[in-house]
């Protein structure tokens, strides 16, 4: 994703679902998770898990 800006305040970041769209991802959004695909071949890149009213991804988990 490019065009990320930092807001130093804020205390999380926020990813932006348009952008995974024209980035060639699907998004599929459910009351308590989230999943996100590579949509050419349909292999899931992360989920998450609702917290309150956001979903959180942990990146930490994305690098192993």
């Known amino acids: 994703i490019e065009n990320v800006y930092y807001v130093k305040w804020l205390k999380h970041n926020i ?4 952008q995974l769209f024209d980035n060639g991802y699907e998004v599929k959004l459910e ?6 695909n590579e949509a050419t071949i ?4 992360f ?3 609702r917290e ?4 959180r991804i942990c990146l930490e988990s ?3």
């Open 52 to 55: 309150r009213t956001q979903y």
């Open 15 to 18: 990813l932006s679902i348009s």
């Open 62 to 64: 994305l690098r192993s």
């Open 31 to 36: 009351p308590n998770d989230c999943l996100i």
């Open 42 to 45: 349909k292999k899931i890149v």
């Open 47 to 49: 989920s998450s898990v």
